[in-house]
């Protein structure tokens, strides 16, 4: 069955780094576009980042990440990537990875002094 699995969360200085991983399996990665969501306590699910299938066109990102945050993919591992410089407060939620309407169960950010 499709599985998703995040990894890389986890606590964090404001101005610091991190990189989420998104492992997936159970669906033939290489031919589906994935996205990155994250979700603050009390708050709305947020569309973070988009990549295309094959990580070589256009991709999304939310306003409040561009400049930060940058998506990518390696289909031969079957793991998509986030790359998270230069970290907010209020980028502290909970991420998740989405393909094909599946979800993975998330990993926490942190950001905090």
């Known amino acids: 069955q499709v599985q998703l699995v995040e990894s890389g969360g986890g606590l964090v200085q404001p101005g610091g780094s991190l990189r989420l991983s998104c492992a997936a399996s159970?669906?033939?990665?290489?031919?589906?576009?994935m996205r990155w969501y994250r979700q603050a306590t009390g708050k709305e699910r947020e569309d973070v980042a988009y990549i295309s299938r094959t990580g070589d066109t256009t991709d999304y990102y939310a306003n409040s990440v561009k400049g930060r945050f940058t998506v990518s993919r390696d289909n031969a591992k079957r793991t998509m990537y986030l790359q998270m410089n230069n970290l907010k407060p209020e980028d502290t939620a909970v991420y998740y990875c989405?393909?094909?309407?599946?979800w993975g169960q998330g990993t926490q950010v942190t950001v905090s002094s």
């Open positions: 159970g669906f033939d990665f290489s031919a589906y576009p």
């Open positions: 989405n393909a094909l309407n599946y």
